[in-house]
């Protein structure tokens, strides 16, 4: 799986869009990029995925440049319960679907 | 009320004794995957199983075994080898391996502490 670059952290206020950037350039053409989020002491919740086009449901949307090499997820009106750390996992069908997680980036969002 | 259930919640090892981690889903996923995450890290994945009576090891599984008798069972076995298991534990199911969906859905996690 290709390596992914995350902000170990970041603050957003309550009600704005929060953007999180991620790099993975060494990201192959058949790896989608997965992103979860994990709140303190919970199990990991799975928000979107996508390969090529840029995706968009309930939870979040993600932009995924051109070229793939980096990716952001846009949480669009942040609450305080968003707050948690943001995982982006770039995963091949060759890796067995073994996820990688990283370190993730932990955010805050203030009032 | 579909989703993965983990238990228990928090468990106790002594020295040297062998501990097991229940994992149950309902959701008819194919593909169970156990977890460790240590403080202020990522996940790391011990083990994992795309079908019944198969299993395959992951980055970390010395000390570690499981079973895979039934879809919806996974439990993990914590043996008296593993040296250093205080950990956060967490359990995942995926849909079916071949149809290219591989989002994993998590358990609430089990917390082993060492006595």
């Known amino acids: 799986d290709a390596k992914t670059t995350q902000p170990p952290s970041m603050d957003c206020a309550e009600g704005r869009a929060a953007n999180l950037p991620c790099n993975h350039s060494?990201?192959?053409?058949?790896?989608?990029v997965y992103w979860y989020r994990q709140i303190h002491s919970q199990g990991p919740q799975y928000i979107i995925h996508?390969?090529?086009n840029n995706e968009t449901n309930e939870m979040a949307s993600l932009i995924i440049t051109e070229d793939r090499k980096s990716s952001t997820l846009i949480l669009p009106h942040a609450t305080l319960r968003d707050t948690a750390v943001y995982y982006c996992?770039?995963?091949?069908?060759?890796?067995?679907?073994?996820?990688?997680f990283g370190g993730g980036t932990r955010v805050l969002v203030k009032p | 009320d579909g989703g993965i259930t983990q238990s228990p919640k928090y468990l106790f090892r002594k020295e040297g004794q062998n501990v097991t981690l229940s994992c149950e889903q309902n959701?008819?996923?194919?593909?169970m995957y156990w977890y460790r995450q240590d403080p202020g890290q990522g996940l790391r994945l011990i083990y994992y199983?795309?079908?019944?009576?198969?299993?395959q090891k992951g980055d970390i599984a010395e000390g570690y075994s499981v079973s895979r008798e039934k879809k919806e069972s996974f439990p993990l076995t914590v043996t008296s080898a593993q040296k250093n298991p205080t950990a956060f534990y967490l359990c995942?199911?995926?849909?079916?391996?071949?149809?290219?969906?591989?989002?994993?859905?998590f358990g609430p996690g089990t917390r082993l502490l060492v006595l």
């Open positions: 199983s795309q079908i019944v009576n198969d299993f």
């Open positions: 995942a199911s995926s849909i079916d391996h071949a149809s290219g969906w591989e989002t994993q859905y």
């Open positions: 996508g390969l090529k």
């Open positions: 959701l008819n996923h194919d593909a």
């Open positions: 996992i770039a995963q091949s069908k060759a890796a067995g679907n073994k996820l990688t």
């Open positions: 060494t990201i192959s053409g058949n790896e989608y």
